[in-house]
């Protein structure tokens, strides 16, 4: 089991997005995340599900807007 512990501002470069992105996503639980103290941590294990949850998301998305498409065209 991967337990890498990683910052914001890992995640940030991670995820090629702000560091101000990361704590508002943090923050509203977008992100799954813990807080110890006054800091944001994040298991890379529980970002790289999170990533493919939203691969999925996109997917389906896109592929309903395209069957959409499909029937009025």
């Known amino acids: 089991m991967n337990l890498e512990i990683m910052t914001l501002q890992e995640v940030a470069e991670y995820l090629k997005l702000s560091e101000r992105t990361i704590y508002g996503y943090a923050q509203r639980g977008v992100l799954p995340g813990i807080k110890i103290g006054s ?4 298991r890379k294990t529980d970002l790289d599900a999170w990533i ?4 999925k998301l996109t997917e389906e998305s896109t592929s309903n807007r395209n069957d959409k498409k499909k029937e009025n065209p």
């Open 39 to 42: 800091a944001w941590r994040f």
């Open 52 to 55: 493919e949850n939203q691969r």
